[in-house]
């Protein structure tokens, strides 16, 4: 069973900066780095949204405009880990982050970590 566990969202204000995490249990390393993996952002009353992807060679396979030049994401294959480095965060950056990989089938959510900017 895959497992995945969102951490690092808190209560920050605008202008701060945050580093979610995203490890992912119950896979091997090698199955872990096949896969892009993407960062997703629910707000209050929308859909997830889709924030960043990266590849499953470490490239930046996508990053939503209003969040490019603010956000970095990473990857550590041996950790099995994904990272969201957010800096010069905004109000619109409130919500819940959750990641999983990008195929046609998801693994199973994690409980995604709460995100909240404000003054």
């Known amino acids: 069973q895959v497992i995945i566990v969102e951490s690092g969202g808190d209560l920050v204000q605008p202008g701060g900066s945050l580093t979610l995490s995203c490890a992912v249990d119950g896979v091997s390393q090698t199955v872990f780095s096949v896969y892009d993996m993407d960062w997703f952002r629910q707000s209050p009353g929308q859909q997830r949204q889709l924030v960043a992807t990266?590849?499953?060679?470490?490239?930046?396979?996508f990053m939503d405009p209003s969040v490019k030049g603010r956000f970095t994401i990473s990857r550590n294959n041996v950790k099995k880990t994904v990272y969201l480095q957010m800096n010069n965060l905004t109000l619109e950056d409130t919500g819940v982050y959750s990641c999983?990989?990008?195929?046609?089938?998801?693994?199973?959510w994690g409980q995604g970590t709460q995100v909240t900017v404000s003054s």
């Open positions: 999983n990989k990008r195929a046609e089938t998801l693994w199973s």
């Open positions: 990266i590849t499953d060679e470490e490239r930046v396979g």
